[in-house]
């Protein structure tokens, strides 16, 4: 790993319903396809040494979409815990979730608290948010920090989600759109961001390698001159 790669990552997934109409298949493929890029982005970040991984999997806003189109990404999430555990067990893979997870259905719930339990051993960090929002995090943390006190930048940090996680270095969107949607918005006030034009199903090894090159480049300056 390059001394100057970032420590912490994080992506906001986004295309898998435009790849899928460009190939005129179902949404529900496109996801597929998105799920498949997901595997591909953890054993890249091992690869290139990267501390952590945060990526944006569903959204608070999320439960607005179609409930056909929910009801698929919930069971793309059941099949993926299913295929991918064991193979975090054994690359050392610590998973971590930020945002209310407890709103999903039960078996969900399980599956995802038996993985949190049994990957905590490991050594580099993969963190999913899900039913999360920033805004939401911060009110939050907000109301956490009130409970002690003063309400301070510190004490707020202290009771996000990512409290335990490396400061996030480097921020990336695909598809082309240029916006947070609602992610890691205090996480990011000195963050690197990059959008690509890429769409998420075909991000890969060497689009996160670019990206950690091209973060290598630049110059932070947290403010300063």
Known sequence: MSVNYP???????????RWAKARKLPRALGHKAGGDAVRKAVQAAEVLGLECLTLYAFSSENWKREEEE????MNLMRRFIEANLQDMIERRVRL???GDYKAFAPDIVAKLEDALERTSGGE???????NYGAQQEIIRAAGLAAEEGAVT???IEKHLYTADLPPLDLLIRTSGE???SNFLLWQS???EMLFLDVLWPDFDEGHLRAACEEFAKRERRYGGR
């Open 189 to 191: 006030a000195y963050a």
């Open 178 to 180: 240029v916006r947070l």
């Open 96 to 98: 971590k979730i930020i």
């Open 153 to 155: 930048a510190e004490r």
């Open 70 to 73: 929910i009801s698929d990404l």
């Open 7 to 17: 420590r912490h990552v994080a992506i906001i997934m986004d295309g898998n319903g």
């Open 124 to 130: 580099r960090t993969l963190a999913v948010a899900l």
